[in-house]
C-alpha cells in the first residue's frame, strides 16, 4: 500500500521538521505534508478551555486532548487532498489517544478506513510494548528521542508535554528531576518574581503585559500572548503535576504534566470571574458547563453536537468577563496580585462590601433573609427531634 505520512504542527516553537521529513520518506512514506496548526490550537481549542476552566478530575487541564481535534482534522484534510482511503495513528491499544483520533476522524468523514496497528495481533505479540520497539528502531538505524533508560511516552505540543510508562507506572515512584523538559525545577527557579498583567475580553485572553530588561512590552497576538505565558512560566517552574487519572476506556494511569502557560491563563481567568460573574451563572457553568465540557475533551467527542451545544454556553456565560488580572510567576507557584475591571462598578461595591461602613446596605434586612431561609431548617430539625 502505498503511504503517505503528515505531521502536524501545534508546537511551541518553531522547528525544522527536515529530520522528521527524512526520517518519514526513510521508512517508507511516499511523500511528507507539514502543517502548522499553532494558532487554530490556541484560538479554537486553548482559549476556550481557558473559559471554561476545563480540567479533568479536578488536575489534568488537557494538554494532550486539545491537540487531538485539530490534529485530527489536519490529518483527514491531507488524507482529502491526496484521495486516501484510510489513515493511521500509532496510539497504544490501552490508552485514549486511540479513541480520540478515531472518534475525531469518523466524525469528520464517516466512511475513511483506520489503520491502527497496536491492536493488530500479529503487531501487538511481535512488540509487545516499548522496550521492543527501541531494540526494533535500533536494528534498523530508525532515530527516536525515547531510549530504555528513559522509556517514557510523552507527548509534546505547544501547550504541554506529558510523560507516562517506565518507571511512572508505579505510582509511588518519584519522577526523576531529569524527566522535566519544559520548565525549570522550581527549586532552581530565579530568586526574584517576574509579574505581569493578563488582560481578558469575554473570557478570552486578550492582552500579556509585560517587562523584559526593564522595558514595559506587550503582546495581544494570540498566538504570542500563549508563547510569552509560556515563556514566563518555564522559566519559573510553574505548572508541573502528578497525577493518577481515570482512562476513558476504564484503566487508571499515572501521568505527568508539564502545562506551564495554560495553568497561568486559566487560573487567571478563574480569579477575574469572582470579580465580573453573577453567582448564579458561575454555579451553572461550574457544575454543568464545566464538567460536561472537559470530559467530552477527554473522552475525544470534540466533534460532536454536545460540544456545540455546550461552547453556545459557554459563550453566554462570558458575555461580561471582561478585565484585567495581575499575575506574578515564582518558583513553581501562580499568585495573583489584583484585578479590576469595569464591571466591578456593578458586580462589587466596595461600600456594600466594607467592614467599616454601612453603605446602602442595611443590615437589618438580613434578619428577615435569614428567617426565611430558616424556615425548612426548623422543619427538618423539629423531625429529627421526633425520630430522634
Known amino acids: 500500500m502505498a503511504t503517505r505520512w503528515s505531521a502536524s504542527w ?122 521492543d520497539l527501541l531494540d526494533y528502531a535500533s536494528k534498523m538505524g530508525i532515530p527516536v528521542t525515547s531510549s530504555k533508560s528513559k522509556p517514557y511516552s510523552m507527548d509534546e505540543n505547544m501547550a504541554h508535554c506529558s510523560y507516562e510508562a517506565g518507571m511512572l507506572e508505579d505510582p509511588d515512584t518519584t519522577a526523576p528531576d531529569d524527566m522535566w523538559k519544559l520548565t525549570a525545577d522550581p527549586r532552581n527557579a530565579p530568586d526574584e518574581p517576574e509579574d505581569f498583567t ?43 503535576t502528578d497525577i493518577v487519572e481515570n482512562r476513558f476506556i476504564g484503566l487508571k494511569s499515572r501521568g505527568c504534566y508539564e502545562t506551564p ?63 484585567q488580572v495581575r499575575c506574578r510567576a515564582f518558583k513553581g507557584c501562580f499568585s495573583v496580585l489584583g484585578r479590576s475591571s469595569d464591571m466591578q462598578k456593578i458586580m462589587y461595591d466596595m461600600s456594600e462590601s466594607s467592614m467599616d461602613e454601612i453603605g446602602d446596605f442595611k443590615p437589618e434586612e438580613t434578619t428577615g433573609f435569614i428567617n426565611v431561609t430558616a424556615i425548612r431548617l426548623k422543619k427538618y430539625g423539629k423531625i429529627r427531634e421526633m425520630v430522634e
Request: proline share 4%; with cysteine; aromatic share 10%.
Open 198 to 240: 493578563l488582560l481578558f475580553e469575554k473570557g478570552i485572553p486578550k492582552k500579556l503585559e509585560y517587562t523584559e530588561k526593564g522595558q514595559k512590552k506587550s503582546v495581544t497576538d494570540s498566538v504570542e500572548l500563549f508563547l510569552k505565558s509560556n515563556d514566563i512560566a518555564r522559566r519559573h517552574g510553574v505548572g508541573r
Open 10 to 131: 501545534p508546537m511551541s516553537v518553531k522547528r525544522d521538521f527536515t529530520a522528521a521529513k527524512d526520517k518519514a520518506l526513510k521508512i517508507g512514506a511516499l511523500k511528507c505534508e507539514i502543517v502548522d496548526l499553532r494558532r487554530e490550537f490556541v484560538e479554537d481549542l486553548c482559549f476556550p478551555a481557558v473559559a471554561c476552566n476545563a480540567s479533568y478530575e479536578n488536575v489534568y487541564l488537557l494538554g494532550t486532548s486539545l491537540a487531538r481535534p485539530v490534529i485530527a482534522r489536519a490529518q483527514i484534510g491531507v488524507a482529502e487532498k491526496e484521495g486516501c482511503f484510510a489513515v493511521s495513528h500509532g496510539c497504544t491499544g490501552k490508552g485514549n489517544d486511540q479513541v480520540r483520533f478515531e472518534l475525531a476522524f469518523y466524525a469528520l468523514k464517516p466512511d475513511i478506513q483506520v489503520i491502527a496497528p497496536w491492536r493488530d495481533p500479529v503487531f501487538y505479540q511481535r512488540f509487545a510494548g516499548r522496550n
Open 261 to 323: 502557560g495554560l495553568t497561568m491563563l486559566r487560573a487567571a481567568h478563574i480569579d477575574l470571574e469572582g470579580l465580573v460573574l453573577d453567582r448564579e451563572v458561575r454555579g451553572l457553568r461550574d457544575q454543568f458547563v464545566t464538567v460536561n465540557y472537559s470530559k467530552i475533551l477527554y473522552n475525544g467527542l470534540y466533534f460532536s453536537p454536545e460540544r456545540k451545544y455546550l461552547e453556545t454556553c459557554l459563550h453566554a456565560s462570558q458575555t461580561h468577563v471582561n478585565g
